[in-house]
T-cell receptor
């Protein structure tokens, strides 16, 4: 079956440090890949996505590149802020049979990020 | 509404009782999803509705779990004979046709004592 593995956390960084959260996946075929973020007290939000190999998703200074050869989708940010403190989830999905939805997501276990001033 | 709304936000129930969890999706969204998130884990897919019908219920753990969406909008997740292992946060998400993003609610935290 499909699965997503994230680096174990929690991750604690100082403001302006470089962030990497590793994510690898196992899937039959070529899924779309996502990073979701959950800020304290809020629901899950899509951070970025990539739908095919070598695509780079980016948003709010975060980036992740879909690497088919290593089945990876690592999340990076060059300079984190205190406001980036949250739980980050890597996920994959396939288009449904009708080709209209990626909504059936398989998530990793999440990585807690804490950024100190 | 402005976002996906789930009620109640918290529910404590006794083992063996029946519970209903409600999800109000974003207006006009045809697809609706239920997930379950246990402590320290990522969300796990339960069921997907396209309109009124359950297009994929492969994630429902057993026949104590059931979900409906009778008018293609609001959905209710129903759990019979609750067990302590059912304690988790139940998340609902919705999306429109040609999905590129699923919008999640804040979840219902269910505690079975």
């Amino acid at each position: 079956g499909n699965s997503v593995t994230q680096m174990e956390g929690p991750v604690t960084l100082s403001e302006e440090a470089f962030l990497t959260i590793n994510c690898t996946y196992t899937a039959t075929g070529y899924p779309s890949l996502f990073w979701y973020v959950q800020y304290p007290g809020e629901g899950l939000q899509l951070l970025l996505k990539a739908t095919k190999a070598d695509d780079k998703g980016s948003n709010k200074g975060f980036e992740a590149t879909y690497r088919k050869e290593t089945t990876s989708f690592h999340l990076e940010k060059g300079s984190v802020q205190v406001s980036d403190s949250a739980v980050y989830f890597c996920a994959l999905s396939f288009l449904n049979a009708g080709g209209t939805s990626y909504g059936k997501l398989t998530f990793g276990q999440g990585t807690i990020l804490t950024v100190h001033p | 509404g402005a976002g996906v709304s789930q009620t109640p936000s918290n529910k404590v129930t006794e083992k063996g009782k029946y519970v209903e969890l409600r999800c109000d999706p974003i207006s006009g969204h045809t697809a609706l999803y239920w997930y379950r998130q246990s402590l320290g884990q990522g969300p796990e897919f339960l069921i997907y509705f396209q309109g009124t019908g359950a297009a994929d219920d492969s994630g429902l753990p057993n026949d104590r779990f059931f979900a409906v969406r009778p008018e293609g909008s609001v959905s209710t997740l129903k759990i019979q004979r609750t067990e302590r292992g059912d304690s988790a946060v139940y998340l609902c998400a919705s999306s429109n046709h040609g999905f590129t993003e699923a919008f999640f609610g804040q979840g219902t935290r269910l505690t079975v004592v």
